[in-house]
């Protein structure tokens, strides 16, 4: 798992770029300097085009009746250089909104930008320090159907995308294949706070909590003074929870079994914490802390889905991490609460979803056939942004 830089920017072993579908919307961004932005209660995203020329051997055969020959091969090799469209991730700590407004300006505004295409409520709190610090138009977009627009690209369109988590498994990512037919599903975004979307053609939020991603930061920062949320992911790898809380063999001796409650299931969340007399280590207080959240928001989750008969539920928000602690967590607890009606899939692009939607939003407006400078486009070859 990596860390923040001094700047506040961080990256991610999956946070790695995209390569488009070939598709109509993306023909004439090559050279574009197309990208969009997300800024949420806690991370700024940042989702950028960029085109890739790279090199490809092809193989073609001839006839396999023959034996080969010194003149006659089989096979012949060719190179050829074929253009790929990639999408790019980064984010920030909204404490660098400035850093991140900087990497724009320095890497991604030119001449002929106009707009930035930005969602979530920073979109409304930083538009007067965007437009002042890039000189561009903020053109805001609607947070939810930027979720459930990037959701619905990435599940139909970028292979290995969606994945089962399971713990002590050969391989513990079940990868899903992508597919067009992706609805219902219920999206439940971790992000500071939690949002449940249910989605067909039309989505709707159904629900959603408080207590989330920025709980975690928050209380977890208040209980062990470390302020960096991978070091508290760190710290709770590390921990024990069963020291800090209460489980069914503390109150019963064993398990409960009449209920099915075998003795190892947690009670009580930080249940131990006021009587026990002894210190908590940090270790063993974000490992329970992350386990309440992650418990809590499983079957926050799993109630949604049954009430609205989904049986697909993506999880999405950087309080994820792709953390084997988060992601086990939240499987066991849906497991737990469903016995395997309901399946917890993960995402790999997770707190990006939202990025994504905003960059389709603008890629699609600039591809319009209407859209103003459609006409230069189509002489220049030069994309209108
Ligand atoms: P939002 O749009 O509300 O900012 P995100 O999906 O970006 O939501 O997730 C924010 C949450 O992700 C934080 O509250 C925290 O729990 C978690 N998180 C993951 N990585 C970091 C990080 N490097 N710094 C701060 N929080 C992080």
Redesign the pocket.
């Known amino acids: 798992m990596a860390d923040?830089d001094r700047m506040g920017r961080?990256t991610h072993s999956m946070d790695k770029s995209i390569t488009l579908p070939p598709d109509e919307i993306f023909r004439n961004l090559e050279n574009a300097k197309r990208f969009a932005i997300?800024i949420?209660?806690?991370?700024t995203?940042l989702a950028y085009y960029s085109t890739v020329q790279h090199k490809v051997a092809k193989v073609r055969s001839f006839d396999h009746s023959v034996k080969e020959t010194e003149n006659d091969p089989l096979y012949e090799i060719s190179v050829q250089e074929e253009i790929i469209a990639r999408l790019h991730f980064i984010k920030f700590?909204n404490a660098y909104i400035e850093t991140c407004l900087d990497f724009i300006k320095d890497h991604l505004v030119n001449t002929e930008t106009k707009v930035i295409k930005a969602t979530?409520g920073g979109a409304h709190k930083f538009k007067d320090l965007i437009e002042k610090k890039l000189k561009l138009k903020v053109d805001k977009e609607d947070e939810m159907s930027c979720l459930i627009k990037g959701c619905n690209f990435v599940l139909r369109n970028i292979p290995h995308e969606a994945f089962v988590y399971v713990k002590h498994a050969d391989s513990e990512f079940r990868f899903q294949n992508t597919h067009p037919d992706i609805f219902p599903y219920l999206l439940v975004n971790i992000?500071?706070?939690v949002s449940i979307v249910e989605s067909e053609d039309k989505f709707e939020r159904i629900g959603g909590s408080s207590i989330g991603?920025?709980t975690?930061?928050g209380l977890g920062a208040l209980l062990t003074k470390t302020k960096r949320?991978?070091e508290l992911l760190q710290l709770a790898s590390r921990g024990q929870h069963t020291s800090v809380d209460m489980l069914v063999k503390d109150i019963y001796g064993g398990s409960y079994g009449s209920l099915g409650l075998t003795g190892d299931l947690i009670a009580s969340s930080f249940g131990k914490s006021a009587t026990a007399d002894k210190e908590f280590s940090k270790e063993d207080m974000a490992k329970s802390l992350l386990h309440m959240i992650s418990n809590d928001i499983g079957q926050l989750a799993c109630l949604y889905a049954k009430l609205h008969n989904l049986s697909r539920v993506y999880f999405g928000?950087?309080?994820i991490?792709g953390h084997p602690v988060t992601m086990h967590t939240i499987t066991y607890s849906i497991n737990f609460f469903t016995k395997g009606e309901v399946q917890a899939l993960f995402l790999r692009h997770e707190?990006y979803l939202g990025a994504i939607g905003a960059f389709l939003k603008g890629a699609e407006e600039d591809t319009e056939p209407h859209a103003a400078g459609a006409q230069r486009n189509e002489t220049t070859k030069r994309p209108d942004v």
């Not at 949420?40 to 991370?43: E, F, N, Q, V, W």
């Open positions: 923040c961080s997300d949420g209660g806690s991370l995203k700590e979530g992000g500071s706070g991603g920025g975690f930061w949320f991978d928000g950087f309080f991490r707190g």
